[in-house]
């Protein structure tokens, strides 16, 4: 397969559906809180019963105002919803309200590492309820399936990108720079195994120089990063298959079985006129004033590649300044670290290290842990005044998460102050060279990497607490 992919070029686009963290839902006054009781947030607008009529949630249009900006896009002066007829029994009233030719956000791009990824445009719309399939549900044999309309109405941003990728890469770090984007500014928490972030990925094949794009197929489905990059490309091997064996690649809509590691058709797509759209006569187009885009422009937090490169200013590594920004939890508690004055160094080493470790190993966020910015911050200064160590530091901090203690006090408790104090380290060196001849002869014929061994025995005899730089000192003039 690896010299057919060679003979040809992928295209992508990806359609990303962004649930909005609003209170209540994009036209009715329920709540759209995940995980309540089953058809509990059904108000009789979410149940399309006869004769209400919609209200549009002003939260979910500033969200959608917000992050058309996060991503470059023009907010026009005017945008209007349309209806989207489809009849399916998790959406009540026979049709979805959406926005078609007018979107709120249009004309936007990404920077995906370095590359320029077009945003065609971003629209709200509602979302449909959950059926859950019974029989498939642990009732086997059941013939019946059973609704949950409380998703119903829940406020979607849909981001419809240019098909401007051309590998799996691109199409997954993308996505990923686009939860990134939609955590940071607050609209979204982002959960693709949950759903509240979905993908579908448009992927179409054509001869290498090729101008003309091929048929594409829409993958639906994939609930991770590593599924999107897995879909792509087996869907990728698909096509080339199809067409080195002559045939033609249909446009349908597939769904990708990460199980399986396969896709399956689904249906034929549909085309727009088969929606057989038209404006939504129970809501006025929208006037979106410039005051208003301003207003919420003003609101625009940091944004991830603002701040990757802030840290990297500040020193950081290309590769640490992303694994912060990627865990957005670590990244506001470095910022307040920052903020508090303390060497963005030494944090950062911290926060790499023993910390990164002890959060991955307890599967916790950082605000899940005991451990205070402010402690963090005392922790480094202690060991900038050198009445610590580094190691001893690394020590402790383990604790500090589990139980909130202070540096300080552990310090103090534990006694565990550094001894700089020359005469009793001296007196210990001189300790481990006498108890160490042969080495000592070694070192002086020569062997001066034994240098490092005779610290490690020092270190180990102060238990950690001697400073290092005295040590080395003191045993070059023991050793002459
Ligand atoms: P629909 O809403 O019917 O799925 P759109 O025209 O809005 O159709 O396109 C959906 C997505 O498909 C966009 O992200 C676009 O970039 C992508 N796309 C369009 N044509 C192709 C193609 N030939 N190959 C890959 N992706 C494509
Ligand atoms: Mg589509």
Redesign the pocket.
Known sequence: MEDLRDKYEV?????VHAQLKTKSKIFAPDGCEFGKEPNSETSPITLGMPGVLPVLNKEAVNMGILTGLALNCEIPERCKFDRKQYFYPDLPKGYQISQYDEPICVNGYLNVKGKKI?I??AHLEEDAGKLVHAGADGLAGSSYSLVDLNRAGTPLLEI?????MRSSEEARNYMEELRNIVRYIGVCDGNLEEGSMRC?A???I?PKGSKE????A?IKNVNSFSALQRAIEYEIDRQIEIVEEGGKVVQETRLWDDNARETKSMRG????HDYRYFPEPDLMPLKISREWVEEIRAKMPELPQAKRERYMSLGLSEYDASVIVEQMGLALFFDEVLKLGASPKIAVNFIMGEIAAYLKENKLEINETKLTPENLVELISLIEKNTISNNIGKQIIVDMMKDGSKASEIVEKRGLSQISDTGAIKEIAQKVCDANPAQVTAYKNGKVQLLGFFVGQVMKETKGRANPKAVNEILKEILG
């Not at 794009?213 to 594409?216: A, I, L």
């Open positions: 295209v992508i686009g990806l359609e077009g065609t445009r419809v990108s240019e098909p401007d579908d448009n992927i179409s054509m794009f091929g048929t594409r829409e797509k549909e085309d727009a």
